[in-house]
């Protein structure tokens, strides 16, 4: 299927099965994603819930409402040809099948953008550790009313509240989103090594 749109030539790959293989599966996760419709995944909805830009979202889903396999390998060949040539080695030599449908997904929304793709920000255990962590240094006891009200009334994608915790020696009270308080305690879990590549976190990294 592929064949018809590419030629092996385009691709900088020294085994073509990789290709085959990611271009199959990514053909599959664009599948699915044509079929979707996502009008709170912007930026500035979900990180600061602006209703006009979720309403530039409706409009633009309504201008557009269907989209087929086929006019996506037409109309994005050139960076199809992209994310073979960059993500199919990398896709082979994943072993976990979260780590690959992440990948997908990655490519996926370079593809096909925040209207038909939505990226897992949280694994379970990290969607536990937010929870966790909001019981933990919610403190609404010393926080002004007014603010938590007018700000959650346009703000609802995420909890917006004030926050008592200490870190790194240093005592925070803060008005902020429960993502926020996230990224500041817990470093981002991911690892990957190889034969001549070691990448990580480090504990302590922010």
Not at 42 to 53: C, I, M
Not at 79 to 87: R, V
Not at 101 to 130: F, M, T, W
Not at 144 to 166: A, C, G, Q
Request: contains cysteine.
């Amino acid at each position: 299927h592929v064949a018809g749109y590419f030629s092996i030539q385009e691709f900088q790959m020294r085994d073509y099965s990789n290709v085959s293989y990611f271009a199959t599966a990514l053909i599959q996760r664009l599948l699915t994603a044509t079929q979707c419709h996502y009008d709170d995944n912007s930026l500035l909805f979900y990180q600061f819930g602006s209703k006009e830009a979720q309403l530039r979202d409706i409009e633009q889903l309504r201008k557009e409402p269907e989209l087929s396999i086929e006019q996506v390998l037409e109309e994005k060949q050139e960076q199809f040809a992209q994310e073979l040539n960059t993500k199919a080695l990398l896709y082979s030599l994943l072993k976990e099948a979260d780590k690959k449908k992440l990948l997908l997904d990655i490519s996926a929304y370079a593809l096909l953008g925040k209207l038909r793709v939505k990226l897992p920000y949280y694994e379970k255990h990290n969607i536990q550790q937010r929870n966790d962590l909001v019981a933990k240094y919610e403190n609404t006891s010393i926080a002004d009313p007014e603010i938590l009200k007018t700000v959650r009334e346009t703000w609802r994608s995420d909890l917006f509240s004030l926050f008592d915790y200490s870190h790194n020696d240093s005592n925070f009270k803060l008005y902020t989103i429960s993502e926020e308080l996230f990224r500041h305690k817990c470093a981002p879990s991911y690892t990957v090594s190889g034969e001549s590549m070691n990448v990580g976190v480090s504990e302590g990294d922010i």
